[in-house]
Nanobody, 126 residues
Framework: QVQVVESGGGLVQAGGSLRLSCAAS????????MGWLRQAPGKGREFVAA??????????ADSVKGRFTIPRDNGKNTVTVYLQTTSLKPEDTDVYYC?????????????????WGQGTQVTASS
């Protein structure tokens, strides 16, 4: 069965850092694009970052370029994707979701993703 599980959220002061982790299993995620998206209350899910199956291509939202990175580790049965955040701002406060596509093709829209985790809260206080 498919499992996508995030961890690592929390409360930090503005300017701080957090590393989010996502463990995905149950499909051939090692050959799929993976991404991170975020959502504020009452708003739609917003693209944050994505990484191709072999790490050769990474895409970032303009709002996080230069501050966030998205490495991945393709294990035998579980793919782990990280979101390393630095220089966090209060406007980065959201629920962050890990998601997987069902294809190796890059995706930068919420609708591109098929499998989703439960979300993890990130709060950057001013």
């Amino acid at each position: 069965q498919v499992q996508v599980v995030e961890s690592g959220g929390g409360l930090v002061q503005a300017g701080g850092s957090l590393r989010l982790s996502c463990a995905a299993s149950g499909r051939a995620f090692s050959s799929r694009t993976m991404g991170w998206l975020r959502q504020a209350p009452g708003k739609g899910r917003e693209f944050v970052a994505a990484i191709s199956w072999n790490g050769g291509r990474r895409e970032y939202a303009d709002s996080v370029k230069g501050r966030f990175t998205i490495p991945r580790d393709n294990g035998k049965n579980t793919v782990t994707v990280y979101l390393q955040t630095t220089s966090l701002k209060p406007e980065d406060t959201d629920v962050y979701y890990c998601a997987a596509r069902d294809t190796p093709i890059m995706g930068v829209r919420a609708g591109d993703y098929v499998y989703w985790g439960q979300g993890t809260q990130v709060t950057a206080s001013s």
